[in-house]
């Protein structure tokens, strides 16, 4: 039976039509747009203990929010996140059926600093923004920061609507402030609902009871409470110590942790080019302020002049500068790109042509077909950015049992020996040959993103997983001499003592070299052992966790989990 791409819309986020309006009518746009995920679940941290939240991902942020909603806090920044992981226990304080089935998803991350003029309440009370809207349902309204790993506010290239965040939600009575709910022990259902883990109702008088009762308890022990928590906080930052925030969705079928860590790696991947002046420069425009609408009309006219018939392959490479360039700064435009699919089609048409038809019928490239592939794989990888949740995507992937998936992996893979090139200097062409490769790194790993969220939520070896990818690959003449010519790019970029820093691109395709490494010797067999037998020697004395702190400024954010892929390849060397 053939896939109709529906049956993985499981990995898309389930609508909670009521919360879905609170984050409409109370969020900026900007914040809304960049909404990827929300699920309820109990919550523990320091500060909080056995809360039933809805815990609200963005693509920099996880936010929380009470079980009905009334305000919406920042409970970490990716910025400041280290680690993010599944734990295998039995919560003690869930029911035995839901301990089963609960998912336990740990973040570690380091505290944030408080300004030295914010410590004091008072202090921070004087300095919010000014209120909005009518007088008798003026919104308070409050500055949400963003701040880098030293604790110090962002380079001024972040945009002004991601940094601020405005909440146009009144104050609940339980947090007067939406920016204290982290440091709040909020008011929550009684302990007996934990043991059996049944939601209350939003209208429950029970719940009602109780918050209004606590409510003016809470509100006369705010500043005290404020005080000590906030001097709290500043001296487990000063000390150096990790915090962590621990997040129990019960329920086997949870995405969040999928969202979690597909979000995470999009922000370090990001927030470590943006550390590249050139990459910096073309990032800054921002394309939030288009609508929609305009949006859509600018696409479709690109694509119109793409799709047409008889087009050069000058105007070609042209117009998918441009696409490229437009999907770069614009995350609506990445959205319509999958929900028309007529460009992805004619994209994966274009690479089997330029790149495998010369290949089989000449055995040679010309540098203008290696550079329109390069720009072809470029701009399908930045598609992927930041749009799993988009409905068509799923569908248009999945179906015909990933149909198109395949047609892009095999038209991927090309020979990267340069010495059977004819046409052209051979330094030119190994010039553009292994941009080339880099470009297809990027776009595989994006691809084994994409299995990997597959991998958890549909286990087996009949969709497009790990497992199914590489075993498409396997059989691909040139997919030996492929991972051979990465594997050796690795080690030669890992020995190299001429340039002991790599900038922030080389540091970011070093990452996704690794994870594709690490992929093959955990999932496909055959290409673990051809590793292991032309690379034992260098992965075990070169390519090490050493090595590559020695390569990578500490202050990147992919760094720490660059070495932890590369621990976890020497492990696997190792054991074997």
């Not at 109990?42 to 203990?49: Q, R």
């Not at 050069?312 to 609506?332: F, I, P």
Request: proline fraction near 6%; aromatic fraction near 8%.
């Amino acid at each position: 039976m053939a896939w109709s791409g529906t049956e993985f819309l499981p990995l898309l986020p389930r609508r909670n039509p009521r919360l879905d309006s609170f984050l409409k009518r109370n969020t900026e746009r900007a914040l809304y747009e960049r909404i990827r995920t929300y699920e309820p679940c109990v919550v523990v941290s320091d500060l909080i203990n056995k809360v039933y939240m809805y815990a609200v991902l963005t693509d920099e942020r996880v936010y929380l929010t009470e079980y009905s909603p009334r305000a919406l806090t920042t409970a970490v920044s990716f910025w400041r996140v280290r680690d993010i992981e599944l734990v295998n226990d039995l919560p003690d304080f869930l029911s035995a059926k839901d301990r089963e089935r609960c998912q336990h998803i740990r973040i570690t991350y380091i505290p944030e600093k408080p300004a030295e003029k914010d410590r004091d309440w008072s202090q921070r009370e004087k300095k919010r923004l000014p209120p909005v809207g009518p007088p008798s349902r003026r919104a308070s309204h409050c500055q949400i920061k963003t701040h880098d790993s030293k604790g110090y506010p962002a380079d001024s290239w972040w945009k002004k609507e991601e940094l601020s965040p405005v909440l146009k939600t009144s104050r609940s009575a339980s947090c007067p402030d939406p920016e204290t709910l982290g440091l709040l022990r909020i008011p929550h259902p009684p302990s007996q609902l934990l043991s059996s883990y049944s939601p209350p109702s939003p209208s429950s008088p029970a719940e009602e009871s109780l918050k209004t009762a606590e409510s003016g308890q809470v509100t006369r022990r705010i500043g005290s409470i404020l005080t000590r928590l906030l001097k709290r906080d500043q001296e487990n930052v000063v000390g150096g110590r990790e915090a962590e925030l621990h997040l129990y969705a019960v329920s086997q079928t949870s995405t969040l942790y999928l969202h979690l860590q597909s979000s995470w790696n999009s922000f370090i991947i990001k927030s470590t080019l943006l550390l590249d002046p050139l990459y910096r420069r073309r990032s800054t425009t921002s394309s939030d302020s288009i609508s929609e609408e305009r949006t859509a009309h600018l696409f479709a006219q690109l694509s119109a002049e793409l799709l047409q018939d008889g087009i050069s392959l000058e105007n070609t490479y042209l117009l998918l500068q441009e696409l490229k360039t437009a999907a770069h700064r614009n995350v609506a435009l990445r959205r319509h790109f999958w929900r028309s699919g007529d460009v992805f089609l004619f994209l994966v048409q274009t690479l089997e042509e330029c790149l495998q038809g010369c290949q089989s019928l000449s055995g040679v490239h010309s540098t203008d077909q290696l550079l329109l592939s390069t720009l072809i794989v470029q701009t399908i990888a930045i598609m992927f950015r930041e749009t799993e949740v988009e409905a068509a995507r799923s569908i248009l992937l999945f179906s015909k049992k990933g149909a198109l998936i395949c047609r892009l992996l095999l038209a991927l893979i090309c020979d990267p020996d340069v010495e059977k090139q004819s046409l052209g200097s051979a330094s030119e062409l190994q010039a553009l040959l292994s941009e080339y490769l880099d470009a297809a790194c990027c776009l595989l790993f994006e691809l084994l993103l994409l299995g990997f969220e597959t991998s958890r939520c549909f286990p087996g070896d009949n969709f497009v997983t790990v497992s199914w990818i590489l075993r498409v690959l396997q059989p691909h003449p040139h997919m030996p001499s492929f991972i051979h010519h990465q594997a050796q790019q690795l080690v030669k970029v890992l020995s190299d003592q001429q340039e002991s820093i790599l900038s922030p691109v080389q540091a970011v395709l070093l990452f996704q070299r690794c994870r594709l490494l690490l992929a093959c010797l955990q999932y496909n067999n055959q290409l673990s052992q051809h590793l292991q037998s032309h690379f034992r020697e260098e992965f075990r004395y070169i390519v090490t966790p050493a090595g590559v702190e020695q390569k990578l400024q500490p202050h990147y954010p992919i760094c720490r989990p660059t070495v932890r892929l590369v621990q976890s390849i020497s492990t696997l060397i190792q054991q074997r």
